[in-house]
């Protein structure tokens, strides 16, 4: 089957989040592939999203992991209305991972209010996979793991989804007796 057949002839997504759901919406790992390499062709910022999420590539970021506590996003915007997207704050986002940088002079807390005002620019999902993005835990959003050979990209240290905790059987504990021990 060809490109066009799959659906990746047209790959063009206001947001990140969405042309990821977009290669995610397939079942098998070639055609995700195939997804993902037709959406970076016209989008120079996935390759760079994936690596950095993923782990591939491990720039020091220096901002706190996670979303700012004090951000205010507007969870009840529907897709494509942010005021800006990843693609157009792409500079921006940049100069956070660059050590040459300009912003690298600035104090912590204006660097950590810069960061705040690039997300709450972004659709509130953009600014979710922006964050995972930041701290290697883009595997936790989509799992995009078995993707990365068939990118070129073997070396990575991104986090993956834990699996969840084992269900306790019932009348059992967890929790340890506590002995006292003799003041003598």
């Not at 659906?7 to 397939?26: I, S, T």
């Not at 704050?89 to 807390?109: G, K």
Request: aromatic share 8%.
């Amino acid at each position: 089957m060809g490109d066009f057949e799959h659906g990746v002839g047209h790959a063009k997504f206001r947001q990140a989040n969405e042309g990821f759901d977009w290669v995610f919406k397939v079942k098998t790992v070639d055609e995700q592939t195939a997804r993902l390499k037709a959406w970076s062709k016209n989008n120079q910022t996935v390759v760079p999203l994936v690596r950095l999420g993923v782990g591939a590539d491990n720039p020091e970021w220096n901002l706190p992991t996670g979303m700012p506590s004090t951000i205010k996003l507007q969870d009840d915007m529907p897709d494509g209305m942010g005021d800006t997207n990843v693609q157009m704050e792409w500079r921006r986002i940049q100069t956070f991972t660059d050590s040459t940088s300009n912003l690298a002079n600035v104090p912590q807390w204006k660097r950590e209010m810069n960061w705040m005002q690039i997300l709450e620019g972004l659709h509130y999902k953009e600014a979710q996979l922006l964050t995972a993005v930041k701290d290697g835990e883009l595997m936790t959003l989509y799992p995009i793991e078995k993707l990365l050979p068939g990118l070129g990209i073997t070396e990575y240290t991104g986090k993956t989804k834990k699996p969840s905790p084992a269900k306790k059987k019932a009348g059992t504990t967890t929790k340890k007796k506590r002995v006292k021990k003799d003041a003598s």
